[in-house]
C-alpha cells in the first residue's frame, strides 16, 4: 500500500514506469523537488493540482527523481507551491 497517499497501490516502480517521464531538463520549464510521492495516484494528485495554477500549460513528473517540471508563464513558485500542498505533498526546493 502506497505510505503516502493509503490509495492501495502496490507497486511504485511499476506506476513510476507507466505514468511518467523520466527526461526531464530545466530548460522545458521550471523544476521542483516534490518530497512523499510513492505511486501513480501521487503523480496524478500533484499534476492536477499544479495544472491548475494559472499560467501552467504542462506539468511533467519524474516520481523515482522526486521532480516535477512546470511549463508555462505567469505563476509564481508560491503558488506552486500552495498547489503541492492542497494535493498533501511538500515542496521542497526549486531547481
Request: aromatic letters at 4%; proline letters at 3%; glycine letters at 14%.
Given at each position: 500500500?502506497?505510505?503516502?497517499?493509503?490509495c492501495g497501490?502496490?507497486?511504485a516502480q511499476a506506476a513510476a514506469t507507466a505514468e511518467t517521464s523520466?527526461?526531464?531538463n530545466a530548460a522545458?520549464?521550471?523544476v521542483y523537488s516534490v518530497s512523499?510521492?510513492?505511486?501513480?495516484?501521487c503523480?496524478?494528485?500533484v499534476s492536477g493540482e499544479i495544472g491548475r495554477v494559472g499560467g501552467v500549460t504542462g506539468v511533467v513528473v519524474d516520481?523515482?527523481?522526486g521532480a516535477v517540471t512546470v511549463s508555462g508563464?505567469?505563476?509564481t513558485d508560491e503558488e506552486i507551491r500552495a498547489a503541492v500542498e492542497q494535493a498533501g505533498y511538500q515542496l521542497t526546493s526549486r531547481s
Open positions: 500500500m502506497c505510505t503516502a497517499c493509503a497501490t502496490e507497486s523520466a527526461e526531464t522545458d520549464g521550471a512523499g510521492m510513492t505511486c501513480g495516484h503523480v496524478s494528485s516520481l523515482p527523481a508563464a505567469g505563476f
